[in-house]
């Protein structure tokens, strides 16, 4: 057990929080539908969602967003969880 003496608490976060992320948050994004449940704006869709609304934050526009149906984005929502958004976003 000296190797993991060795170990900086550094390493051992990244590595636990890595054991969380793959556990629990990849599932759980593996499990959305792209396109129906998720997905990344198109620019056509940027687009016309800031005619709508023209405070809309940029981030959406880089971020996975909820979708309310086929290739129906949310106008409004944003994923809550952090985690969520990045694992959905590369996914």
């Given at each position: 057990?000296?190797?993991?003496?060795?170990?900086?608490?550094?390493?051992?976060?990244?590595?636990?929080?890595m054991r969380e992320w793959l556990?629990?948050?990849?599932?759980?994004?593996?499990?959305?539908?792209?396109?129906?449940?998720?997905?990344?704006?198109?620019?056509?869709?940027?687009?016309?969602q800031l005619e709508v609304n023209?405070?809309?934050?940029?981030?959406?526009?880089?971020?996975?967003?909820?979708?309310?149906?086929?290739?129906?984005?949310?106008?409004?929502?944003?994923?809550?969880?952090?985690?969520?958004?990045?694992?959905?976003?590369?996914?």
């Amino acid at each position: 057990f000296d190797a993991v003496d060795r170990i900086s608490d550094v390493n051992i976060k990244m590595v636990n929080l890595m054991r969380e992320w793959l556990n629990s948050l990849l599932p759980h994004c593996l499990q959305k539908i792209h396109r129906v449940s998720f997905g990344v704006l198109t620019p056509t869709e940027l687009r016309r969602q800031l005619e709508v609304n023209p405070a809309m934050p940029r981030s959406r526009g880089v971020v996975a967003l909820p979708f309310v149906g086929k290739d129906a984005p949310s106008l409004a929502s944003e994923f809550s969880h952090p985690d969520i958004v990045i694992g959905l976003t590369i996914v």
